[in-house]
T-cell receptor, first 117, second 110 residues
Framework: GAVVSQHPSWVICKSGTSVKIECRSLDFQATTMFWYRQFPKQSLMLMATSNEGSKATYEQGVEKDKFLINHASLTLSTLTVTSAHPEDSSFYIC?????????????FGQGTRLTVV | GNSVTQMEGPVTLSEEAFLTINCTYTATGYPSLFWYVQYPGEGLQLLLKATKADDKGSNKGFEATYRKETTSFHLEKGSVQVSDSAVYFCALNRDDKIIFGKGTRLHILP
């Protein structure tokens, strides 16, 4: 199946700094990538949808200026958490759809655990 | 709007027991339906899917049938193992957006 790689797997940063998380589709071209946030023992909350070469579409309640998403190529999307605060600590997961033929399913990265201290 | 409702957990079963995790959906048209599994500390893996009514998805002993008349996609397994302990998410794909249920945590006791 298609592989999505997310990096880093975990990161600890100081409050006020910015952190970038990468999401790559390794063996297919991802026309659409999604970013989710997952709180402990809870479901995934969709943060935004990004299409290659265009601006991301953010879900209601998600701060665009805080969670910067860039989908510069068909194989890479990045999420930058700017001026991180402890409440931004969470598990962030990306997923991707697209490729030859029509993918009705999404393929997920392994997730990034962010801890802001 | 589109939504997915699944039974709340945690669900605790003994090894070799029969498993059912209920999932119902609300959607316009005919969405594709999925079950994803998340093992501790990991991302999500697709467990099975069904793209049209009456389709049955199956994988690793798990099965789910797309029931349009009851808008359901219940997950079943005849004999669970300790290694099946994980969180299971029911989801639908509509307009290229994946909508997840809240997840059901499954504990299998040896």
């Amino acid at each position: 199946g298609a592989v999505v790689s997310q990096h880093p797997s975990w990161v600890i940063c100081k409050s006020g700094t910015s952190v970038k998380i990468e999401c790559r589709s390794l063996d297919f071209q991802a026309t659409t990538m999604f970013w989710y946030r997952q709180f402990p023992k809870q479901s995934l909350m969709l943060m935004a949808t990004s299409n290659e070469g265009s601006k991301a579409t953010y879900e209601q309640g998600v701060e665009k200026d805080k969670f910067l998403i860039n989908h510069a190529s068909l194989t890479l999307s990045t999420l930058t958490v700017t001026s991180a605060h402890p409440e931004d600590s969470s598990f962030y997961i990306c997923s991707a759809t697209g490729g030859e033929g029509y993918f009705t399913e999404a393929f997920f990265g392994q997730g990034t655990r962010l801890t802001v201290v | 709007g589109n939504s997915v409702t699944q039974m709340e957990g945690p669900v605790t079963l003994s090894e070799e027991a029969f498993l059912t995790i209920n999932c119902t959906y609300t959607a316009t048209g005919y969405p594709s339906l999925f079950w994803y599994v998340q093992y501790p500390g990991e991302g999500l893996q697709l467990l099975l899917k069904a793209t049209k009514a009456d389709d049955k998805g199956s994988n690793k002993g798990f099965e789910a049938t797309y029931r349009k008349e009851t808008t359901s996609f219940h997950l079943e397994k005849g004999s669970v193992q300790v290694s099946d302990s994980a969180v299971y998410f029911c989801a639908l794909n509509r307009d290229d957006k994946i909508i997840f249920g809240k997840g059901t945590r499954l504990h299998i006791l040896p």
